[in-house]
């Protein structure tokens, strides 16, 4: 995790946080998130993008909103790409 603190122009303070699993297959494989006044977003990378990916952030974080089962159901499903191919 990589955690970086800025402002706003307007002043509102916001963190930027960077997750990437230890079974990820490249640097790319990263996920970012914008915590601002109570509210945690996902931010759009080439990685989010993915098709697989993005159907993912629908159904766990949009519909569900839940951002641990999201992240969850990624390490499991890295894990055994990694393991088990």
């Known amino acids: 995790i990589v955690m970086d603190e800025q402002q706003r122009p307007n002043g509102i303070p916001v963190t930027r946080f960077t997750l990437q699993s230890i079974y990820a297959e490249s640097d790319e494989e990263k996920l970012e998130f914008e915590y601002e006044s109570g509210n945690t977003n ?24 839940s951002i641990p089962a999201f992240t969850a159901n990624l390490t499991v499903e890295s894990f055994n790409r990694r393991t088990l191919s």
Do not use: C, P
């Open 42 to 65: 996902i931010l759009g990378n080439g990685y989010t993008s993915q098709r697989d990916i993005s159907h993912q952030v629908e159904i766990f974080i949009r519909k569900l909103n």
